[in-house]
T-cell receptor, first 114, second 110 residues
Framework: NAGVTQTPKFQVLKTGQSMTLQCAQD?????MSWYRQDPGMGLRLIHY???????DQGEVPNGYNVSRSTTEDFPLRLLSAAPSQTSVYFC?????????????FGPGTRLTVT | GIQVEQSPPDLILQEGANSTLRCNFS?????LQWFHQNPWGQLINLFY???GTKQNGRLSATTVATERYSLLYISSSQTTDSGVYFC????????????FGTGTRLTIIP
């Protein structure tokens, strides 16, 4: 099991460029999420998905798009990068039990927008 | 939205010491979780604890939902416990909509 993988690990973009952050999980989890972490802060939810074909917005969705065509993959698209999107991005997948709930996080993508 | 406050913001301890980290939240919650982010940035889920007490080795957590706080206890600290500890809560019914606190940075000195 590779768990949750993210690519790339690092990326530098110029203002106005677009790109896709990749996230994949091999645990057959239905639930997946994208977060951003800014310096000295906790994580903030960007978008989440409760299954293939179903996505919804989190706390800070502006400037980002997602889609979920398969259970395994949940890419995050930056439409027109802005310096305010400089951050570390984490993807997570979630397993649920009757009285349990656990997220598995990817290693993160550090994005700098100049 | 719901506010999540963690204290203390920073904590420096000698190896072997015990510590208590606190998480206060401003409204009733359906989900509360504790996470550890190690110095290399990796995030690990520690506890799912909307109420009651749980223990896992040297770590334990207690949530008193009626008084809107949760505590994370770390006993006999080791250097590998260093990092940032986050509390995160869910106000509604969608458990993916976590709101994170700003964390407690724990540094364990050998």
């Amino acid at each position: 099991n590779a768990g949750v993988t993210q690519t790339p690990k690092f990326q530098v973009l110029k203002t106005g460029q677009s790109m896709t952050l990749q996230c994949a999980q091999d645990m057959n989890h239905e639930y997946m999420s994208w977060y951003r972490q800014d310096p000295g802060m906790g994580l903030r939810l960007i978008h989440y998905s409760v299954g293939a074909g179903i996505t919804d917005q989190g706390e800070v969705p502006n400037g980002y798009n997602v889609s979920r065509s398969t259970t395994e993959d949940f890419p995050l698209r930056l439409l027109s990068a802005a310096p305010s999107q400089t951050s570390v991005y984490f993807c997570a997948s979630t397993t649920r039990g009757v009285s349990s709930y656990e997220q598995y996080f990817g290693p993160g993508t550090r994005l700098t927008v100049t | 939205g719901i506010q999540v406050e963690q204290s203390p913001p920073d904590l420096i301890l000698q190896e072997g010491a015990n510590s208590t980290l606190r998480c206060n939240f401003s409204d009733s919650v359906n989900n509360l979780q504790w996470f550890h982010q190690n110095p290399w940035g990796q995030l690990i889920n520690l506890f799912y604890i909307p109420s009651g007490t749980k223990q896992n080795g040297r770590l334990s957590a207690t949530t008193v939902a009626t008084e809107r706080y949760s505590l994370l206890y770390i006993s006999s600290s080791q250097t590998t416990d260093s990092g940032v500890y986050f509390c995160a809560v869910v106000r509604g019914t969608i458990n993916e909509k976590l709101t994170f606190g700003t964390g407690t940075r724990l540094t364990i000195i050998p």
